[in-house]
């Protein structure tokens, strides 16, 4: 349910109200807006008596919010959220590119692609330390002494470091990662959302390999209902029958989404496609769809990188994309 106060409803009024709502054991969620001020209710609100709500002096109107997913919804937030990555601020038109390889491999690896994403203009580098990998065979990651590598790329950059976090037993050795990414094959472990919903990391969260935007949704106001409400959304690509990608890019997902909700949209062409040679064009079409953002995996040579080399862009092919994308976010800006 959404109450919303008129323009000139003083604090002390505003408080009073919230304090009254609260005693009839809903959670109230505040929203200032330039003008109005709109109190988002969950939990059971059925309750409420919307016409005494609606007969306060202060109270513009209230409304039922049908959807599943409230505090993420935009009818709770009309404006756009801004989320801050280590001081790199995404969403409400601040764009920022991701950039980094599918694993950290070595130190060498590591700085030098950070380097030179960062030359090129990505804010964030990404390096996986713990992968999600479907063959319990292939390359696990280096774990703890990833994110040690990360760290020191960081230093040595200052761009901020995004990487997966598998298990919530791991949170203790995450505390330099700005950014927790929450990857595709967990966007439904649940146990994993309500323990990183009452940190306050900011949250990339992937949208899982079968999932719709409904449960993507969902899976955010899990770690929203823990208190943390610095998330940023991600498209990846879903399963589809084409197999010609390696997965289906969703790219009509960003301006739904941007419909649905306040928080932040990137989109992963890397693993959308699978082929580092469709990555520049979605890379491209994602900005100019008015996603907040991109990720993109890159390393310095994909023939040898230990996981995702197929997908990943050289440092030079990442240089031209970020340039080519500059020219349609100012087409898209006009
Ligand atoms: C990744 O970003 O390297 C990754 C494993 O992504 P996803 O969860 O989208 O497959
Ligand atoms: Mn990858």
Same mark, same amino acid.
């Given at each position: 349910?959404?109450?919303?106060?008129?323009?000139? =409803?003083?604090?002390?009024?505003?408080?009073?109200?919230? %304090?009254? *709502?609260?005693?009839?054991?809903?959670?109230?969620?505040?929203?200032?807006?330039?003008?109005? =001020?709109?109190?988002?209710?969950?939990? +059971?609100? =059925?309750?409420?008596?919307?016409?005494?709500?609606?007969?306060?002096?202060?109270?513009?109107?209230?409304?039922?919010?049908?959807?599943?997913?409230?505090?993420?919804?935009?009818?709770?937030?009309?404006?756009?959220?801004?989320?801050?990555?280590?001081?790199?601020? #995404?969403?409400?038109?601040?764009?920022?590119?991701?950039?980094?390889?599918?694993?950290?491999?070595?130190?060498?690896? #590591?700085?030098?692609?950070?380097?030179?994403?960062?030359?090129?203009?990505?804010?964030?580098?990404?390096?996986?330390?713990?992968?999600?990998?479907?063959?319990?065979?292939?390359?696990? &990651?280096?774990?703890?002494? &990833?994110?040690?590598?990360?760290?020191?790329?960081?230093? /040595?950059?200052?761009?901020?470091?995004?990487?997966?976090?598998?298990?919530?037993?791991?949170? +203790?050795?995450?505390?330099?990662?700005?950014?927790?990414?929450?990857?595709?094959?967990?966007?439904?472990?649940?146990? *994993?959302?309500?323990?990183?919903?009452?940190?306050?990391?900011?949250?990339?969260?992937?949208?899982?390999?079968? @999932?719709?935007?409904?449960?993507? *949704?969902?899976?955010?106001?899990?770690?929203?209902?823990?208190?943390?409400? @610095? #998330?940023?959304?991600?498209?990846?690509?879903?399963?589809?029958?084409?197999?010609?990608?390696?997965?289906?890019?969703?790219?009509?997902?960003?301006?739904?989404?941007?419909?649905?909700? %306040?928080?932040?949209?990137? /989109? +992963?062409?890397? %693993?959308? =496609?699978?082929?580092?040679?469709?990555?520049?064009?979605?890379?491209?079409?994602?900005?100019?769809?008015?996603? +907040?953002? #991109?990720?993109?995996?890159?390393? @310095?040579?994909?023939?040898?990188?230990?996981?995702?080399?197929?997908?990943?862009?050289?440092?030079?092919?990442?240089?031209?994309?970020?340039?080519?994308?500059?020219?349609?976010?100012?087409?898209?800006?006009?």
């Amino acid at each position: 349910m959404i109450t919303v106060l008129k323009p000139n =409803t003083t604090d002390e009024q505003r408080d009073h109200l919230i %304090h009254w *709502l609260e005693g009839q054991k809903v959670q109230v969620h505040i929203s200032q807006g330039d003008q109005y =001020t709109i109190l988002g209710l969950v939990g +059971d609100t =059925t309750h409420i008596d919307i016409e005494l709500l609606e007969s306060l002096e202060i109270v513009q109107s209230v409304k039922r919010v049908s959807e599943p997913f409230k505090k993420c919804n935009r009818k709770f937030h009309p404006e756009d959220s801004v989320i801050d990555c280590g001081g790199v601020p #995404i969403g409400g038109g601040h764009f920022a590119v991701i950039a980094g390889p599918c694993s950290v491999e070595s130190r060498d690896q #590591i700085v030098g692609i950070a380097q030179s994403v960062k030359a090129s203009g990505a804010k964030l580098l990404r390096g996986g330390a713990f992968k999600p990998r479907t063959s319990p065979y292939d390359f696990q &990651g280096l774990h703890a002494d &990833g994110l040690a590598l990360l760290s020191e790329a960081k230093k /040595v950059t200052g761009l901020p470091i995004v990487s997966e976090l598998m298990d919530i037993r791991d949170l +203790d050795i995450f505390e330099d990662v700005d950014v927790i990414q929450i990857g595709a094959r967990n966007m439904q472990n649940f146990e *994993l959302l309500k323990s990183i919903g009452r940190t306050n990391k900011t949250i990339l969260l992937k949208r899982g390999l079968a @999932n719709t935007l409904k449960e993507l *949704l969902m899976s955010a106001e899990y770690i929203m209902a823990g208190g943390n409400e @610095n #998330i940023i959304l991600c498209e990846r690509g879903i399963r589809t029958y084409e197999t010609y990608t390696r997965n289906t890019l969703d790219l009509s997902c960003v301006p739904v989404l941007h419909e649905l909700t %306040h928080l932040p949209v990137v /989109v +992963d062409p890397s %693993h959308a =496609t699978g082929h580092s040679n469709l990555v520049p064009s979605m890379v491209l079409a994602a900005a100019a769809a008015g996603a +907040d953002g #991109i990720m993109v995996e890159v390393h @310095n040579d994909p023939i040898h990188a230990l996981c995702d080399g197929a997908q990943s862009l050289t440092p030079a092919q990442f240089d031209d994309v970020m340039k080519r994308m500059e020219k349609v976010l100012e087409a898209v800006r006009q």
